[in-house]
């Protein structure tokens, strides 16, 4: 029986936090030259990911490492405006929440300053009681280490947990744990394999 439910929150229950799409948009609207911050991102992805460097640093190091014809702030708010809800993915989670069946929380990965950010701006703490962010733990997911961190706290055995995730990458080392997954297209998908694994969405 599942008693835990995790969800991942870019590209589950909104817009990844600072992924692919938003630096491509980013790189066209700032005239960035793609392969060149492709790169330079790449190479500090998991320290920023895992909190060993602060988004100041990471601007420092893949934007305004020479000068540029725009400003910190203008590029910061662009990252942080990058952040949408998916407000059907948002509503399943609180119905699960709502049953009072499952314990409800998150395995994400993470810039720590967009972390707070899209926890605040999007009330996700009125869901989810618990955060396991890469820039919390110091670990990022696939490591199989975050999965193991996160039942370690729950204090729950893997085969009365699911996870779910929207890359098939992520889902590899929770299922060899034992872990319940989905892979999440979208909220009508997500809603139909939740209720296939025994899940109720009623109060």
Not at 31 to 53: F, P
Not at 73 to 78: A, G, I, L
Request: some cysteine.
């Amino acid at each position: 029986m599942i008693t835990t439910i995790f969800f991942d929150i870019g590209g589950v229950l909104m817009t990844d936090g600072w992924g692919h799409v938003s630096r491509r948009a980013a790189a066209e609207k700032f005239g960035l030259d793609w392969d060149e911050y492709s790169e330079r991102h790449e190479k500090v992805a998991h320290a920023i990911e895992t909190n060993r460097m602060t988004l100041e640093q990471y601007l420092d190091r893949a934007v305004f490492y020479r000068p540029r014809a725009f400003g910190r702030d203008e590029f910061r708010e662009f990252i942080f405006a990058q952040s949408k809800p998916h407000p059907a993915s948002i509503e399943i989670a609180s119905r699960l929440k709502a049953s009072g069946k499952y314990f409800i929380a998150t395995i994400n990965n993470e810039i720590f300053e967009l972390n707070l950010y899209r926890i605040d701006k999007f009330r996700l703490r009125d869901t989810f009681p618990i955060f396991f962010s890469s820039c919390f733990l110091g670990i990022r997911k696939p490591d199989k280490e975050i999965y193991k961190v996160a039942l370690q706290v729950m204090q729950q055995k893997p085969d009365e947990c699911l996870f779910i995730d929207d890359r098939e990458v992520n889902l590899e080392c929770p299922r060899e744990l034992g872990l319940a997954t989905i892979l999440f297209h979208d909220a009508s998908q997500l809603r139909s394999d939740l209720i296939k694994t025994g899940i109720s969405l009623s109060d």
